[in-house]
T-cell receptor, first 114, second 109 residues
Framework: IAGITQAPTSQILAAGRRMTLRCTQD?????MYWYRQDLGLGLRLIHY???????GKGEVPDGYSVSRANTDDFPLTLASAVPSQTSVYFC?????????????FGPGTRLTVL | GQNIDQPTEMTATEGAIVQINCTYQ??????LFWYQQHAGEAPTFLSY??LDGLEEKGRFSSFLSRSKGYSYLLLKELQMKDSASYLC??????????WGAGTKLIIKP
């Protein structure tokens, strides 16, 4: 069982380019999340999905979009990247409604926008 | 507003005990989590508290006081591999977590 996988591991991107970060989980969790992590700041929620077919905005959604066509996949798209989107991006999933509803994280994507 | 405070950095000695504090002010409370994050890696789940009191799990324990908006993570018999950042997070509503900036713990021999 892989858990959660993310791709790519790292990427350097020119400003203005479009980029999709991929996230796949094999735990059949209904909820999925995208966070960014910047030095000195806590994890900040970008978008989330409580179940396949639904998405919601988090704390810092501007410049990002997501889709949730099925249970396993939750891609994050930067339509036109800007340098302030340089960050480490983590995807997470949880089995919401079950006990603690613990979130489990993927290995992350380190993105640099020049 | 929402606020979660943790010390930025702490230093402790191998074999000793360290307590990492977390205070929170949130509009709701539906559980508090502690995660460990080694440099360059993903956060991994350590503990969950929803009721007041102490939860013990091996060398790690976590305490919660909801009336004081306070939690701590206690690490005993420190090992070098415990050098990491420790993240406190509060679930306000049903799904979303509010995260502290994390405490970087440095273990010295």
């Amino acid at each position: 069982i892989a858990g959660i996988t993310q791709a790519p591991t790292s990427q350097i991107l020119a400003a203005g380019r479009r980029m999709t970060l991929r996230c796949t989980q094999d735990m059949r969790h209904n909820a999925m999340y995208w966070y960014r992590q910047d030095l000195g700041l806590g994890l900040r929620l970008i978008h989330y999905s409580n179940t396949a077919g639904t998405t919601g905005k988090g704390e810092v959604p501007d410049g990002y979009s997501v889709s949730r066509a099925n249970t396993d996949d939750f891609p994050l798209t930067l339509a036109s990247a800007v340098p302030s989107q340089t960050s480490v991006y983590f995807c997470a999933s949880s089995d919401s409604g079950q006990g603690a509803d613990t979130q489990y994280f993927g290995p992350g994507t380190r993105l640099t926008v020049l | 507003g929402q606020n979660i405070d943790q010390p930025t950095e702490m230093t402790a000695t191998e074999g000793a005990i360290v307590q990492i504090n977390c205070t929170y002010q949130t509009s709701g409370f539906n559980g508090l989590f502690w995660y460990q994050q080694h440099a360059g890696e993903a956060p991994t789940f350590l503990s969950y508290n929803v009721l007041d009191g102490l939860e013990e799990k091996g060398r790690f324990s976590s305490f919660l006081s909801r009336s004081k908006g306070y939690s701590y993570l206690l690490l005993k018999e420190l090992q070098m591999k415990d050098s990491a950042s420790y993240l406190c997070a509060v679930r306000e509503g049903h799904y979303q977590l509010i995260w502290g900036a994390g405490t970087k713990l440095i273990i010295k021999p």
